[in-house]
């Protein structure tokens, strides 16, 4: 690999960004569906988490609920399932559920 490691972090975050955008230009919030499962950026402190959370309420103004679907390992302030808030801006991958 040719990358320096230092790098790596940043490269991640501007793909991340690049995605996040990509999405949000060819989405819009009636494309969500509970259930549906979307990926979004978990910050604390100077630590950055991409997690999967599964849509259990759709709420006014763009905003959404739904449970953490990964086991956080580099934030500490969330757990496995618990209950999570965000606003559909925030979203940068969805995976349909099936049925």
């Keep these: 690999?040719?990358?320096?490691p230092q790098n790596i972090g940043k490269?991640?975050?501007k793909c991340a960004e690049k995605r996040k955008y990509q999405w949000?230009?060819?989405?819009?919030l009636s494309d969500v569906?509970?259930?549906d499962y979307v990926k979004i950026?978990?910050?604390e402190e100077n630590r950055t988490e991409h997690m999967w959370?599964?849509?259990t309420e759709i709420l006014e103004n763009g905003q959404l609920k739904g449970?953490?679907?990964n086991e956080p390992v580099v934030i500490?302030?969330?757990?496995?399932?618990?209950?999570?808030s965000f606003h559909f801006s925030e979203i940068q991958d969805l995976i349909k559920r099936k049925g």
């Design 76 to 84: 500490k302030n969330k757990l496995y399932k618990s209950s999570h």
């Design 1 to 4: 690999m040719s990358e320096d």
């Design 11 to 13: 490269v991640h975050k």
């Design 33 to 35: 569906e509970i259930k």
């Design 67 to 69: 449970t953490i679907e």
């Design 41 to 43: 950026k978990f910050v």
């Design 53 to 55: 959370i599964q849509i």
């Design 24 to 28: 949000q230009k060819n989405h819009k």
